[in-house]
Structures are given as C-alpha cells and as structure tokens.
Nanobody, 120 residues
C-alpha cells in the first residue's frame, strides 16, 4: 500500500519561512505529478503548486514569488519552500501524488495533512 507522509508544518511569524516535505512509501511503478493543496477553516481545498515528473511546475497566483515546489525523484519526495508567509497562508497543507501502480493503474493519493499557522 502506497502512503504519503508529510512533515514540516508548524507555527511561524508573519514574514517567516517553513519547508514542507512529503515522501511516498510502498510499492509502485512510478509517481507522475506531485503537488500541494491547502484548506483553511470554512474554505474549499485549493491548489498551491504542482511539480511534474519532468520538472515542470505550476503555482497558484497567490503564492507566486513566495513559494517554491521541488521534488527529488530518487527519494520519491516533494518539497514546498514557503517564504514571506502571511496570516492568510494559515491552513492545513495536503500533499497529493498521482501514483502508477505495478499493474500500471493510476491513482490520486493524499497525505494526512500538516498544519501551517502564521501568526504573531
């Protein structure tokens, strides 16, 4: 069974930085796109950034210039470097990955979520 395990959330002051990590474990053929989403209280889950297996990246407008997504394919890990954090970035951040199984079927998986709180 494939699992996504996130780490790196926490409490940070406005203007500060955090780095989130998400590692995939288990047996699979390969991982296609990986990404980060977030959900604030009372709001829908929204896309933050994605990274393709070929290195292509995509960002939501509200994080452009502040957040950077990267991945280490050898470690099956995706990172989200978050700089210049704002109180409105407070949310639970979820990792997502499109995982191709040994049988060559593709399934979208979610991590358990990690809380990011930006407050003074």
């Amino acid at each position: 069974q494939v699992q996504l395990v996130e780490s790196g959330g926490g409490l940070v002051q406005p203007g500060g930085s955090l780095r989130l990590s998400c590692a995939a474990s288990g047996r699979f053929f390969r991982i296609n796109a990986m990404g980060w989403y977030r959900q604030a209280p009372g709001k829908w889950r929204e896309l933050v950034a994605t990274a393709g297996s070929d290195g292509t990246t995509n960002y939501a407008d509200f994080v452009k210039g502040r957040f950077t997504i990267s991945r280490d394919n050898a470690k099956n890990t995706v990172y989200l470097q978050m700089n210049s954090l704002k109180p409105e970035d407070t949310a639970v951040y979820y990792c997502n990955a499109d995982v191709m199984s040994i049988a060559r079927t593709v399934e979208g998986l979610w991590g358990q979520g990690t809380q990011v709180t930006v407050s003074s």
